[in-house]
């Protein structure tokens, strides 16, 4: 008598990151995606395309962003793991429509594979109205973006609130070595809340709505600030129950902590590694959420530094959160700037270890 065993861990393949990310959103459950065509997004929505029917999802190539989030939040409503995306530019077209997602209590993942990082801002504080935050992950390599856009789902599903996934160029379009593993978060709570078609005409029909969940009767309006304040303590939970994550290293005596996000972050590590290497007290952090960002964990590893030297690929916008976390115990100092191909997608000149030692190395000597 055979008895059925469990499948091993997927054997390693050579996979470009959007293949990877795609793939990655299927093993998390997604069965709706929907975009419009920008590089370096592109590729995600064409591995979508090839790939979701196979398991019973759809992909659906939108007219623009803006039909792509509305189809997005459609197919949200009716609890079906869903996602969509872009760059930053097309989520400027969105940002509507993921605020209103957020305050009608929506689960959705969002990818932004920006052209280089002047995203931040957007993506941390939201160019939408009203009062909302996303959670906001920003992987390093490719078997990162694997484990994080796993995580974006099962965040977004136990939040119901949309989840950020920061990618950019380099993720997007790099080939590396990864194992696509289904990640296990246990079982995921039943959508109670879904438009499924179910409650119609039973008197008792669900609402999903940015203006609030609960009926009204015939001549009585909307209480928006009951719903507001209930978004808000919504909001609150959110924050206390998501662990802000970070990569430390080398911390407890460095003279410099060098602080970078996402793929150029491998850039700074690998220069951090060459001075440490060499005697030089300098160590490194890596925000991974960007929202909660790790605000404790960089406090505690910058406690006992000189000075801390923040690189990113724009003009200084994360460097506003390193600050707020130092709080003026030692200086904070930008070693980044925006540095673009001529086309604008963010293959940066300055993404170059010799550049970055040579950056870290003026705050070290100063």
């Known amino acids: 008598m055979s008895t059925a065993t469990a499948p091993g861990p997927a054997a390693p393949r050579l996979l470009e990151g959007s293949e990877a990310i795609a793939e990655a959103m299927i093993a998390a459950g997604c069965r709706f995606f929907a975009g419009y065509p920008m590089t370096p997004f592109t590729e995600v929505l064409e591995a979508m395309a090839a790939k979701l029917p196979a398991v019973g999802g759809v992909c659906m190539n939108a007219e623009s962003e803006l039909e792509a989030v509305g189809m997005a939040w459609g197919a949200a409503a009716t609890g079906t793991l869903a ?3 872009s760059t930053g530019q097309g989520l400027s077209l969105m940002q509507e429509s993921l605020a209103e997602i957020t305050l009608a209590r929506l689960p959705l993942v969002v990818l932004n594979m920006a052209r280089a990082q002047g995203d931040y801002f957007q993506a941390t504080r939201g160019g ?3 009062d909302y935050r996303h959670v906001v992950l920003a992987p390093i390599d490719i078997p990162e973006a694997v484990q994080l856009v ?5 965040l977004t599903w136990t939040w119901r609130n949309p989840v950020l996934v920061f990618g950019d160029y380099y993720l997007a379009h790099t080939t590396q070595s990864v194992s696509v593993d289904a990640v296990d978060f246990g079982e995921r709570h039943i959508a109670d809340w879904a438009l499924d078609g179910t409650t119609g005409g039973s008197g008792r029909a669900r609402l999903i709505s940015p203006l609030g969940d609960a009926k009204r009767a015939d001549r009585v309006g909307y209480n928006l600030a009951e719903h507001y304040r209930d978004c ?5 939970a959110m924050v206390a129950g998501v662990e802000p994550l970070a990569e430390v290293r080398d911390t407890d005596d460095a003279d410099v902590v060098v602080v970078a996000f996402g793929t150029p972050a491998r850039y700074v590590r690998a220069a951090v590694k060459q001075l440490r290497a ?3 007290k300098v160590g490194y952090l890596r925000p991974i959420t960007l929202f909660p960002f790790p605000t404790e964990i960089v406090a505690r590893a910058t406690a006992n530094a000189k000075a801390v ?3 990113e690929n724009n003009q ?13 115990r030692a200086p904070v100092k930008f070693i980044g700037g925006l540095s673009l191909d001529s086309a604008g997608f963010g293959i940066a000149p300055d993404l170059d270890v010799a550049v970055l030692r040579q950056r870290i190395e003026e705050v070290l000597g100063a």
């Open 128 to 130: 939408g109205h009203g």
């Open 232 to 236: 808000a303590a919504h909001t609150d």
């Open 150 to 154: 796993q995580l974006a789902f099962h």
């Open 309 to 311: 030297a923040v690189y």
């Open 83 to 85: 996602a969509t995306g």
């Open 316 to 328: 200084g916008q994360m460097i506003d959160d390193v600050r707020l976390a130092v709080l003026g």
């Open 278 to 280: 060499e005697g030089a």
